[in-house]
């Protein structure tokens, strides 16, 4: 005889199944979800390790430099690595990355020949000293000065961040200064003859009065609020430059090219 089923047993078996199924795909949601965090964590400290290891590779670095055990850096990452007040003379840093570093004349005497200088910050440098195989490209430079202000300066200067520094009468001829921060600078009567300062130079509130500025490239230079009192600006290009605000009392502007003349 067949033992009669109870109102409602198969509808609770169902629950119950239904439940099991529930509570096991939440189980797999989580797993699924501590796996993602996991791998983010691991991630996460992985990236805070090469920051702590290239910081103390750069102290170590450091020290070996100042001891005179170590003389090639060749490729190395040096991120923010303090290189001043060490002699690097037959040190090799070709190719290495010295990003945000700090450096000073001394310091510059080792091999820095493809050397990545962005947003590194090298002071009392004497331009003529840095060497034309130097990139200086997004590095900010402070306290420079010029051994010999009547000789042209070879040294490539585009992108560099010169802002408040003084400049004044050196030799820039010919000088590479594409986007340049020359900001506030002091150039008075400095020679810019055939300087390229395009590519949007920064020459807000500098102070250019008396400058040599013949055939000098400022395609779309910032000279906003500059002091180019008594510039020599014959056959310069101005197409594009921003001239708010600027002094131009007895400047020279024969054979310029200007927006109204291109």
């Known amino acids: 005889m067949t033992p009669l089923r109870e109102p409602g047993s198969?509808?609770?078996?169902?629950?119950?199944?239904a439940w099991r199924a529930r509570a096991q795909h939440l189980l797999h949601r989580a797993r699924e979800a501590l796996g993602s965090h996991r791998w983010l964590l691991i991630e996460?400290?992985?990236?805070?390790?090469?920051?702590?290891?290239?910081?103390?590779?750069?102290?170590?670095?450091?020290?070996q430099l100042q001891l005179g055990v170590k003389a090639n850096c060749s490729g190395l990452v040096l991120h923010g690595i303090d290189l001043r007040g060490l002699d690097l003379r037959g040190v090799t840093l070709r190719g290495a990355d010295l990003t945000g570093a700090r450096l000073d004349g001394a310091s510059l005497r080792a091999d820095l020949t493809g050397a990545v200088l962005r947003h590194a910050t090298l002071y009392d440098i004497d331009l003529h000293v840095a060497?034309?195989?130097?990139?200086?490209?997004?590095?900010?430079?402070?306290?420079?000065?010029?051994?010999?202000?009547?000789?042209?300066?070879?040294?490539?200067?585009?992108?560099?961040?010169?802002?408040g520094?003084?400049?004044q009468g050196v030799n820039l001829s010919?000088?590479?200064?594409?986007?340049?921060?020359?900001?506030?600078?002091?150039?008075?009567?400095?020679?810019?003859?055939?300087?390229?300062?395009?590519?949007?130079?920064?020459?807000?509130?500098?102070?250019?009065?008396?400058?040599?500025?013949?055939?000098?490239?400022?395609?779309?230079?910032?000279?906003?609020?500059?002091?180019?009192?008594d510039a020599d600006l014959r056959?310069?290009?101005?197409?594009?430059?921003?001239?708010?605000?600027?002094?131009?009392?007895?400047?020279?502007?024969?054979?310029a090219i200007r927006d109204q003349d291109a």
Do not use: F, K
């Open 235 to 255: 056959d310069a290009n101005l197409c594009g430059a921003d001239l708010r605000l600027t002094d131009l009392t007895q400047a020279d502007l024969r054979g």
């Open 44 to 63: 996460r400290l992985r990236a805070r390790w090469a920051r702590v290891g290239t910081r103390y590779r750069g102290r170590i670095t450091r020290t």
């Open 165 to 167: 520094e003084d400049l």
């Open 131 to 163: 060497g034309s195989s130097l990139d200086l490209r997004g590095a900010r430079l402070r306290r420079v000065h010029v051994s010999d202000p009547s000789r042209p300066i070879t040294v490539c200067l585009d992108d560099t961040d010169l802002s």
């Open 174 to 229: 010919g000088a590479r200064l594409r986007a340049a921060n020359l900001s506030r600078a002091n150039l008075r009567n400095a020679n810019l003859e055939a300087a390229d300062l395009g590519g949007r130079a920064n020459l807000h509130g500098t102070v250019l009065a008396g400058a040599r500025m013949r055939a000098a490239n400022l395609h779309r230079a910032d000279l906003t609020a500059a002091d180019l009192r």
């Open 10 to 17: 198969r509808s609770a078996s169902a629950r119950h199944h």
